[in-house]
């Protein structure tokens, strides 16, 4: 089976600070993992996403994450936040089924 | 270029009424997804269609039903809706189950009374 966690339910940043939202998954093998942003009363789209190779992934918007397998944890950053990146963010992860399973994600926001 | 599209926006039904719910893609994917939105609970799957003709029950499929009427569309019917229902619901959909990128549509918000 697999499972996501999403540790912390909101984060608040002032504008300008760097980012760093958590993201810790449980899957035997190496699983596809995937980030998705999802502004007030929209849909959800797609930051960036790990299928294998670099463990540096680099997204849309400035984002990027690192899988660490030693920690089983996949970490989204953004080295300078805008007011526009307040929204919420969901990890994902999909193993064997390949059907993906989400966090409980993590709502962001932005101090001017 | 549409993506993915939901229809209605927003439904209020009183408790034992039946809806279906209305998704459509443009972009030819294989796979298409149901799931529920519910505060602190993240993104739960309720039913998916690896393909046209083939569906799977979810994590929460209790109390619906999915047709795939072809390979555009992809429809959730509930047929005695109950107040936990009360939900965000959105279709997805993707090239191939799983593996790839999912695109997400604007979402259905139901609330049962």
């Known amino acids: 089976a697999q499972s996501v966690t999403q540790p912390d339910i909101h984060i608040t940043v002032s504008e300008g600070a760097s980012l760093e939202l958590r993201c810790n998954y449980s899957?035997?093998?190496?699983?596809?993992l995937f980030w998705y942003v999802q502004s007030p009363g929209q849909g959800l789209q797609l930051l960036l996403k790990y299928f294998s190779g670099d463990t540096l992934v680099q997204g849309i918007k400035g984002f990027e994450a690192e899988f660490k397998r030693s920690q089983s944890s996949f970490n989204l950053r953004k080295p300078s936040v805008h007011w526009s990146d307040a929204a919420e963010y969901f990890c994902?992860?999909?193993?064997?089924?390949?059907?993906?399973?989400f966090g409980r994600g993590t709502s962001l926001i932005v101090h001017p | 270029n549409a993506g993915v599209t939901q229809t209605p926006k927003f439904q209020v039904l009183k408790t034992g009424q039946s809806m279906t719910l209305q998704c459509a893609q443009d972009m030819n994917h294989n796979s298409m997804y149901w799931y529920r939105q519910d505060p602190g609970m993240g993104l739960r799957l309720i039913y998916y269609s690896a393909s046209e003709g083939t569906t799977d029950k979810g994590e929460v499929p209790n109390g619906y039903n999915v047709s795939r009427l072809n390979k555009r569309e992809f429809s959730l019917r509930l047929e005695s809706a109950a107040p936990s229902q009360t939900s965000v619901y959105f279709c997805?959909?993707?090239?191939?189950?799983?593996?790839?990128?999912?695109?997400f549509g604007p979402g259905t918000r139901l609330t049962v009374t």
């Open positions: 899957y035997g093998a190496t699983p596809y």
């Open positions: 997805a959909s993707s090239e191939q189950a799983g593996a790839g990128e999912q695109y």
């Open positions: 994902a992860v999909a193993g064997g089924s390949y059907i993906p399973t």
